[in-house]
């Protein structure tokens, strides 16, 4: 006869209650992360939607904070960041004036945009030894000839304009439909990428020939033409003017695509000069002390305006300004061999203006909804890696836009 061991139901129970115990701490562990993420899920998935909140709603004030407690980009995921990101946007935008004083107040301590952003006769007297930012060893004494390029002073002063836009390339602006809401800025500021768009195939021979591409480059109508002529220039014709506008009253020039593109200005000019002319009257700001190989380039340019009588204004960077302002960035934790322009003109615009919005600034390939995007708004041409450190820079930024003192923009615009 048969008989049924009887601990044989007591262990398969023990088992199943050991299991048990196990998912459900495991489910607490995981809810408890998510919690120290900020991320509530169910609060969040229960909660009716009727925003935009306003700035200073409890609710805001949360999503503020969810941004403002991570203190380095390395403590969450991109994810989470993104998913933080994209709730502070069911709630509206506004200036924090008092924190944006604060801050205003700290960089005219450390930097002084309206006295030394460009380079000036008041701030860099005829005689003067002027040292390159880079090239600490160099110095460029300033003669007779190049101090009567410079203005005689900063010709912006503290908070002249009411709202400014600081437009940058990357492929966060595509489709956006912005355009209009940059045109609606007092005052625009547009950079450049570091690196030239790349040319391939049946367009390079025209880049070998100067003729060819200066009569190419006057043709408006060939698509081929125009890429090249682009070369790293932020395009804002018509086929991206509905996502990036069209109003530019300060745009940078990178000196190396004028050597790598243009020949250093040492024969045709006139393609280099057409390509200024689509900005029309927007000042050209070049980084002429940067190293030494900049300098006889970027005074060129100067020159080449002068020839064809444009009455667009050309300025060079003050390289103790561009000095000051990579040491500053640095004491808030972005460690780049070089910041980017974008961040330059986004610092000297918080100086120089009352209210600052970001454009086309994202560091990820990535948007926030977790959608590929390319790396320009133009073409998906990627920088050289180690160079910039943009997802540092973005995060400052998404932190001075949780603080009040500046927007950034990542979505669709609905304006005006």
């Not at 000297?348 to 203006?353: K, S, T």
């Not at 400052?396 to 927007?407: D, K, P």
Request: contains cysteine; positive net charge.
């Amino acid at each position: 006869m048969r008989y049924a061991d009887p601990s044989a139901s007591r262990d398969l129970l023990g088992n199943r209650t050991l299991l048990f115990i196990f998912i459900c701490a495991f489910a607490l562990v995981t809810l408890l992360q998510q919690i120290l993420y900020g991320r509530n899920y169910i609060k969040r998935y229960f909660e009716f939607y009727e925003g935009p909140f306003e700035y200073n709603s409890t609710r805001c004030l949360e999503l503020r904070h969810e941004i403002l407690e991570v203190k380095v980009l390395s403590m969450v995921k991109q994810s989470e960041l993104f998913d933080r990101w994209r709730s502070l946007q069911m709630c509206k935008w506004a200036m924090n004036i008092s924190e944006a004083n604060q801050f205003k107040s700290t960089l005219s301590r450390c930097c002084n945009a309206p006295s030394f952003l460009f380079t000036t006769q008041k701030n860099t007297p005829l005689g003067t030894k002027l040292k390159y930012e880079v090239d600490t060893s160099g110095i460029y004494h300033i003669n007779q000839e190049i101090f009567r390029m410079f203005p005689k002073d900063m010709p912006y002063y503290r908070s002249q304009f009411k709202k400014c836009a600081v437009v940058g390339n990357g492929g966060i602006l595509k489709n956006s439909r912005c355009g209009r809401e940059i045109n609606s800025a007092d005052f625009v500021f547009r950079s450049v990428p570091r690196k030239w768009l790349k040319l391939s195939g049946p367009q390079s021979p025209h880049l070998q020939d100067g003729r060819k591409w200066r009569n190419r480059c006057a043709d408006a109508e060939d698509s081929r033409a125009v890429q090249i002529c682009w070369c790293n220039l932020p395009p804002i014709s018509e086929k991206y003017t509905m996502d990036v506008g069209v109003k530019t009253d300060v745009v940078t020039v990178n000196p190396s695509i004028i050597t790598e593109r243009f020949h250093k200005l040492e024969k045709w000019r006139r393609p280099f000069y057409r390509v200024l002319q689509v900005y029309e009257n927007a000042s050209v700001l070049l980084p002429a002390f940067y190293n030494t190989r900049n300098t006889d380039v970027s005074i060129r340019v100067k020159y080449v305006l002068d020839d064809f009588e444009s009455p667009q204004a050309v300025y060079y960077f003050h390289p103790q300004y561009l000095v000051n302002v990579s040491r500053y960035w640095l004491s808030l934790g972005v460690r780049a061999k070089r910041i980017s322009t974008g961040l330059i003109l986004a610092t000297a615009a918080l100086e120089l203006c009352e209210e600052v919005h970001l454009f086309g600034f994202w560091a990820f390939p990535m948007n926030p909804s977790g959608l590929y995007i390319t790396h320009h708004y133009y073409d998906n041409v990627k920088p050289r890696p180690g160079f910039h450190a943009m997802p540092s820079e973005i995060f400052n930024f998404l932190h001075l836009h949780s603080r009040g003192i500046l927007r950034v923009h990542t979505g669709t615009c609905s304006c005006c």
